[in-house]
């Protein structure tokens, strides 16, 4: 069965230095993968999808197969980025994700 | 996003009681999920449903059951409430396989439900 797994519960970094979130997955087929963000008294909501290929709010993900990762980065951390980041796993043609158990990243001042 | 909604939002019951969790969505989509997120576990998967006749388990179903009234709502109901079922509980949407932004879901704000 296919796994998440984020090895970071707590997260702690000063405002302006690097950021990254590790994702790890188990799945051997071709997998699509999500960053999503819950902010304080907010909703879950998409953060981005790696097929996307994007940037969302200075944050990028890339896919690396062999390494089986998709960590979370943002070179300047910012003192809104404070929130619950959960990756998520789809595999081939299943609706469901699989969510790994969440960071809780805090931005220090 | 308030196209999912969630009914209540908070519940404090009792030992043995029946409990029933309501999730709306005017988003138009097919599927629908139930997860229960706890401290340090992460969302795990109670039950889904890709349309009304079609309901699912997930990874955690036991103690648990759901109705797929419409398009638009899909309730989950605590049987027999136990203290262990002390969680917050998120219902989500997504739109069918061949649409753009499939395997996205979207999520209502939650339910937080105390079982004493």
């Known amino acids: 069965a296919q796994r998440v797994t984020q090895p970071e519960k707590l997260l702690s970094v000063f405002k302006g230095a690097p950021v990254e979130l590790k994702c790890n997955y188990s799945?051997?087929?071709?997998?699509?993968l999500f960053w999503y963000v819950q902010y304080s008294r907010q909703r879950l909501q998409l953060l981005l999808r790696?097929?996307s290929r994007e940037s969302i709010k200075g944050f990028t993900a890339d896919l690396n197969k062999g390494e089986t990762s998709f960590h979370l980065k943002k070179p300047f951390a910012q003192e809104e980025d404070s929130a619950m980041y959960y990756c998520?796993?789809?595999?081939?043609?299943?609706?469901?994700?699989?969510f790994g158990t969440g960071t809780r990243l805090t931005i220090i001042p | 996003d308030a196209d999912v909604t969630q009914t209540p939002r908070n519940r404090i019951t009792k030992t043995g009681k029946r409990i029933m969790l309501e999730c709306s969505q005017t988003k138009g989509h097919d599927r629908m999920y139930w997860y229960r997120q706890d401290p340090g576990l992460g969302l795990r998967l109670i039950y889904y449903?890709?349309?009304?006749?079609?309901?699912n388990k997930g990874e955690i179903s036991d103690g648990y059951s759901v109705s797929r009234q419409a398009q638009a709502k899909f309730s989950l109901s605590l049987e027999s409430a136990i203290p262990n079922q002390t969680a917050l509980y998120f219902c989500?949407?997504?739109?069918?396989?061949?649409?753009?932004?499939?395997?996205?879901?979207?999520f209502g704000p939650g339910t937080r439900l105390t079982v004493l």
């Open positions: 799945y051997s087929g071709s997998p699509e």
């Open positions: 790696h097929i």
């Open positions: 449903s890709f349309d009304v006749k079609d309901i």
């Open positions: 998520a796993l789809k595999v081939g043609g299943n609706e469901k994700l699989t």
């Open positions: 989500a949407t997504s739109e069918a396989a061949g649409t753009g932004t499939h395997g996205t879901q979207y």
